[in-house]
């Protein structure tokens, strides 16, 4: 049984936009700490945005100002909404709910 379901990557110009969608069972979403993850080709997986129970968001210096994590608690499900895309945000994002990762959607920016 699948628990945590990851949508919204796909292939996009440089400038663009998408929206990464990642839902989980109401016992994993629980997890006082969600994030989002990147790992590009030959790269080690980063942080890229997480969200504390509290409240409390941070984010990695390269996307501050272009990407945006929130959480629909009713739903059950976190986003990360990333504008002004470059080539260098080309990777495999994963969402993660305390220990517990999603499969990965792929993004890539390109013209």
């Known amino acids: 049984q699948v628990q945590v379901v990851e949508s919204g990557g796909g292939l996009v110009q440089p400038g663009g936009s998408l929206r990464l969608s990642c839902t989980a069972s109401?016992?994993?979403?629980?997890?006082?700490?969600k994030g989002w993850y990147r790992q590009a080709p030959g790269q080690q997986r980063e942080v890229v945005a997480v969200?504390?129970?509290?409240?409390?968001?941070k984010y990695v210096d390269s996307v501050k100002g272009r990407f945006t994590i929130s959480r629909d608690n009713a739903k059950n499900t976190l986003y990360l909404q990333m504008d002004s895309l470059k080539p260098e945000d080309t990777a495999v994002y994963y969402c993660?709910?305390?220990?517990?990762w999603g499969q990965g959607t792929q993004v890539t920016v390109s013209l």
């Open positions: 993660k709910f305390g220990s517990t």
């Open positions: 109401g016992s994993i979403f629980s997890a006082l700490v």
């Open positions: 969200i504390a129970g509290d409240g409390i968001i």
